[in-house]
């Protein structure tokens, strides 16, 4: 059953990469990058955090007592969070498309990096170590920049070493040429690329593929106005981070929480996300709330023409086929056996992921959208690839234990926290025993304390009709990224007025469909470079 513990308040041990591998370091020793901003002042039912510096986690409710839950009662409920009908459109989530599933894993890749271990419970959560600045300014994508991380570099350009999809075969054995549309690799497959976990699965590796290009069209966009060689990079690397930065606010945030809560934000103040000097991750954002993206993933997509749910078809473009075609979780090994490089004919049609309002009718074409935020993941998710059919291998199973280990305090004791703050209704014992996995949730006690990412994710079910997140997970989600843009000193926010200047559909504008568009590379296998439909 569900009960609260008393919070340790020891722990010096903080974690520092050395060759890819996570080795403690006493804390002290750490250095942070974090660049000075105005203090924010803390409401008196909310104390800031962040007072080990932007390169650790902290916590936004530092009063709530953690939820202790033992494992057997999360893997029940892990096991009832399972989606039963898959492949039900009913299901699907007509405000979301695919395409923002994996920008969000793009996204969480940029602002956090956890490299603590499942297994065991973390004495003090505020001593992990976030190897990601909490900030959208693309180090997923840039590195230490072309100095220190070269490899990532051409040498005659600034721009990014972009690699080659290899020739295959299309649905009626035409063969599809090499394109310029994979990740550079080295010898044994790996990709060269500011954060390993973009390789993960074949949707994040192509979303990152796209901020790559992305970043060279600005280059070329630059240096057609004028802009000095020597400037190119700095110009265009910040030009590129402010787009994608309000891009995140208006297009992504506000797509899965409210819209018009980011000028909220910015007019009223956050009143939960404080921190004094720098940005911090926040454990309740981090395990819990941005968490998700799990709830919105697919079981199978229509991925392009040859990979799709009907005939004429190669094959289907199930999630287990997504990972196989990617370097960290699959099969491109390059000289240890696997393939070279990811084939062409798995090279993405991004008219399939994001609404360019493609004429219904088009042939083969279906649209992706993503699936509705509720308690529910698709089944490759409760085993995941590469894992033993266990409970480690689930992963509701291995968030709600996240969850625990980070002393996470239950949904409830935060909603009832943030209602002293805001109009806010926590959810009642009997709205979150609705449905099967309500059923066990009551079984287990989770209906009166339940944990915290459950409670997002049924609050999103209940509250927000499956389509956005309900109003503690919206209001913890949108707090934590207005605040991470506004704690960058060098964020689109320092300059005051500012709006996007690169082309868009509508201008001053800048969503992910306008950053497609702009690189032009919307269908490679079709030879659609941009769309007349946007």
Same mark, same amino acid.
């Given at each position: 059953?569900?009960?609260s513990?008393?919070?340790?308040?020891?722990?010096?041990?903080?974690?520092?990469?050395?060759?890819?591998?996570?080795?403690?370091i006493?804390? *002290?020793t750490?250095k942070t990058?974090?660049?000075? &901003?105005?203090?924010?002042?803390?409401?008196?039912a909310?104390?800031?955090g962040?007072?080990?510096?932007?390169?650790?986690f902290?916590?936004?409710?530092?009063?709530?007592?953690?939820?202790?839950?033992?494992?057997?009662?999360?893997?029940a409920l892990?096991?009832?969070?399972?989606?039963a009908?898959?492949?039900?459109?009913?299901?699907?989530?007509?405000?979301?498309?695919?395409?923002?599933?994996?920008?969000?894993?793009?996204?969480d890749?940029?602002?956090s990096?956890?490299?603590?271990?499942?297994?065991?419970?973390?004495?003090?959560?505020?001593?992990?170590?976030?190897?990601?600045?909490?900030?959208?300014?693309?180090?997923?994508?840039?590195?230490?920049?072309?100095?220190?991380?070269?490899?990532?570099?051409?040498q005659d350009?600034?721009?990014?070493?972009?690699?080659?999809?290899?020739?295959?075969?299309d649905? @009626?054995?035409?063969?599809?040429?090499?394109?310029?549309?994979?990740?550079?690799?080295?010898?044994h497959?790996?990709?060269? #690329?500011?954060?390993?976990r973009?390789?993960?699965?074949?949707?994040?590796a @192509?979303?990152h593929?796209?901020?790559?290009?992305?970043?060279?069209k &600005?280059?070329?966009?630059?240096?057609?106005?004028?802009?000095?060689?020597?400037?190119?990079?700095? !110009?265009?690397?910040k030009?590129?981070?402010?787009?994608?930065?309000?891009? &995140?606010l208006?297009?992504?945030?506000?797509r899965?929480?409210?819209?018009?809560i980011?000028?909220?934000?910015l007019?009223?103040?956050?009143?939960?996300?404080?921190?004094?000097?720098?940005?911090?991750?926040?454990?309740e954002?981090?395990?819990?709330?941005?968490?998700?993206?799990?709830?919105?993933?697919?079981?199978?997509?229509?991925?392009?023409?040859?990979f799709?749910?009907?005939?004429?078809?190669?094959?289907?473009?199930?999630?287990?086929?997504?990972f @196989?075609?990617?370097?960290?979780?699959?099969?491109?090994?390059? !000289?240890?056996?696997?393939?070279a490089?990811?084939?062409?004919?798995? &090279?993405?049609?991004?008219?399939?992921f994001?609404?360019?309002?493609?004429?219904?009718?088009?042939p083969?074409?279906?649209?992706?959208?993503?699936?509705?935020?509720?308690?529910?993941?698709?089944?490759t998710?409760h085993?995941?690839?590469?894992?033993?059919?266990?409970?480690?291998?689930n992963?509701?199973?291995r968030?709600?234990?996240?969850?625990v280990n980070?002393?996470l305090?239950?949904?409830?004791?935060? *909603?009832?926290?943030?209602?002293?703050?805001?109009?806010?209704t926590p959810?009642?014992?009997? !709205?979150?025993?609705?449905?099967?996995?309500?059923?066990?949730?009551a079984?287990?006690?989770?209906?009166? *304390?339940a944990?915290?990412?459950?409670?997002?994710?049924?609050?999103?079910?209940?509250?927000?009709?499956?389509?956005?997140?309900?109003?503690?997970?919206?209001?913890?989600?949108a707090?934590?990224?207005?605040?991470?843009v506004?704690g960058?000193?060098?964020?689109?926010?320092?300059?005051?007025?500012?709006?996007?200047?690169?082309?868009?559909?509508v201008?001053g504008?800048?969503?992910?469909?306008?950053?497609?568009?702009?690189?032009?590379?919307?269908?490679p296998i079709?030879? #659609?470079?941009?769309?007349?439909?946007?």
């Amino acid at each position: 059953m569900a009960q609260s513990r008393q919070r340790s308040r020891h722990g010096l041990v903080g974690r520092h990469i050395v060759a890819e591998q996570a080795v403690p370091i006493d804390a *002290a020793t750490v250095k942070t990058s974090a660049g000075a &901003v105005a203090p924010v002042a803390a409401s008196r039912a909310v104390q800031p955090g962040g007072g080990k510096g932007q390169g650790f986690f902290d916590r936004m409710f530092k009063d709530l007592s953690p939820l202790e839950v033992d494992d057997a009662d999360l893997e029940a409920l892990a096991n009832a969070m399972r989606d039963a009908s898959p492949g039900d459109p009913a299901l699907d989530n007509p405000n979301v498309p695919a395409g923002f599933t994996y920008l969000g894993q793009f996204i969480d890749h940029d602002i956090s990096l956890d490299l603590s271990p499942l297994s065991a419970s973390i004495e003090d959560p505020t001593m992990i170590r976030n190897f990601r600045t909490p900030g959208l300014d693309l180090d997923c994508v840039y590195g230490a920049g072309p100095g220190p991380h070269r490899f990532l570099f051409r040498q005659d350009a600034p721009k990014f070493l972009i690699g080659q999809a290899t020739p295959s075969p299309d649905a @009626q054995g035409v063969q599809i040429p090499a394109l310029p549309n994979d990740l550079e690799r080295t010898r044994h497959g790996v990709a060269l #690329i500011g954060d390993h976990r973009n390789d993960e699965n074949l949707l994040v590796a @192509q979303t990152h593929l796209a901020f790559l290009k992305f970043h060279d069209k &600005v280059v070329d966009h630059l240096q057609a106005a004028g802009t000095p060689g020597p400037q190119l990079f700095d !110009e265009a690397s910040k030009l590129v981070r402010w787009h994608y930065q309000w891009m &995140v606010l208006h297009d992504f945030v506000e797509r899965i929480t409210e819209v018009g809560i980011v000028a909220k934000l910015l007019t009223e103040g956050r009143k939960f996300y404080r921190f004094k000097t720098v940005p911090f991750m926040p454990v309740e954002f981090a395990g819990a709330a941005y968490r998700l993206g799990h709830s919105m993933v697919r079981e199978e997509y229509s991925h392009n023409r040859v990979f799709r749910p009907v005939s004429p078809r190669l094959a289907d473009a199930s999630l287990t086929r997504l990972f @196989q075609f990617s370097s960290l979780s699959g099969d491109i090994t390059g !000289e240890l056996g696997g393939m070279a490089a990811l084939p062409s004919n798995w &090279v993405i049609d991004w008219r399939r992921f994001y609404d360019f309002h493609t004429p219904a009718g088009t042939p083969n074409f279906e649209f992706n959208p993503s699936r509705r935020l509720d308690p529910f993941l698709t089944p490759t998710l409760h085993q995941l690839p590469g894992f033993p059919p266990t409970r480690e291998g689930n992963l509701a199973f291995r968030n709600l234990r996240r969850g625990v280990n980070l002393g996470l305090p239950s949904g409830q004791d935060v *909603a009832s926290a943030m209602a002293k703050e805001i109009p806010l209704t926590p959810l009642t014992p009997a !709205e979150i025993a609705t449905g099967p996995d309500g059923v066990v949730a009551a079984q287990k006690g989770f209906d009166t *304390a339940a944990p915290l990412w459950y409670y997002i994710l049924k609050e999103a079910q209940v509250r927000g009709q499956g389509e956005r997140l309900g109003p503690v997970g919206g209001r913890i989600v949108a707090e934590v990224f207005v605040g991470m843009v506004q704690g960058d000193k060098d964020s689109f926010l320092s300059q005051p007025g500012w709006t996007p200047t690169l082309p868009a559909k509508v201008p001053g504008t800048f969503f992910m469909t306008d950053l497609l568009q702009f690189v032009g590379d919307i269908s490679p296998i079709d030879g #659609i470079t941009t769309v007349s439909t946007l």
